[in-house]
Structures are given as C-alpha cells and as structure tokens.
Nanobody, 125 residues
Framework: QVQLVESGGGLVQPGGSLRLSCAASGQTFSRNTMAWFRQAPGKEREFVGSIIWSGSSTYYADSMKGRFTISRDNAKNTVYLQMNSLRPEDTAVYYC??????????????????WGQGTQVTVSS
C-alpha cells in the first residue's frame, strides 16, 4: 500500500517556476515507478512524465519536454516535478501516481494504481 500527498501548488505568473512534491508513505516506494499527471477544467487527465524506481531514467510527454523535470529522492520517499517557463495552459490540478512496476514507461493512467489527491497550479498574471 502506498499513500501519496502532493504539495507545492499555487498561483504563479506566466514564465515563472514551481516545484511540486509528492510525499509517499509505504514500504515499497523505492520499487515503484512514479508519475505525474494533470487535469485542466473540462479536459481529460493528461500524462506529464514518469521516473523509474532508481531515478536513472525519465519519460515525458512530448509537450512537456524541456520545461518539466521529474526527480526523486528515495531516502525521503519523495518525487518532485520542477516546472519552468510556465504558461497559462499549464493551469491544472497536478497528481502524482505510483505504478507497481519498477521500470514502467507508459502514459496509460491504468498502469498506476495509487494516486494522490492533487494540488492546484494556476498560471495567471
């Protein structure tokens, strides 16, 4: 069992940066692939990116490459999403999710069986 709690969301101006954190509890965190998804109002949930258990490999949606970076600290049971050059269209609720697979590389939300409650990110001037 893995419990996930996101934090770090808020209001930021266009062009700004935010770092989201996802704190995990549960003994298997270090063996999970972790991912970030987001959902904007009126839109379907969208894959942002993922990171394998060791942190040595990441996988991003094409539209997120170059601006978003995922990292993890297994000693702290935490995964991070660094977001730079934010745009109004990045406004969404951001969720972290855990896969039972250590090496997963998929954007399919059904792969992830544990989800956090989400944190709101609003990009606006």
């Amino acid at each position: 069992q893995v419990q996930l709690v996101e934090s770090g969301g808020g209001l930021v101006q266009p062009g700004g940066s935010l770092r989201l954190s996802c704190a995990a509890s549960g003994q298997t965190f270090s063996r999970n692939t972790m991912a970030w998804f987001r959902q904007a109002p009126g839109k379907e949930r969208e894959f942002v990116g993922s990171i394998i258990w060791s942190g040595s490999s990441t996988y991003y949606a094409d539209s997120m490459k170059g601006r978003f970076t995922i990292s993890r600290d297994n000693a702290k049971n935490t995964v991070y999403l660094q977001m730079n050059s934010l745009r109004p269209e990045d406004t969404a609720v951001y969720y972290c999710a855990a896969s039972p697979r250590p090496y997963s590389r998929t954007a399919d939300s059904s792969e992830y069986n544990y989800w956090g409650q989400g944190t709101q990110v609003t990009v606006s001037s």
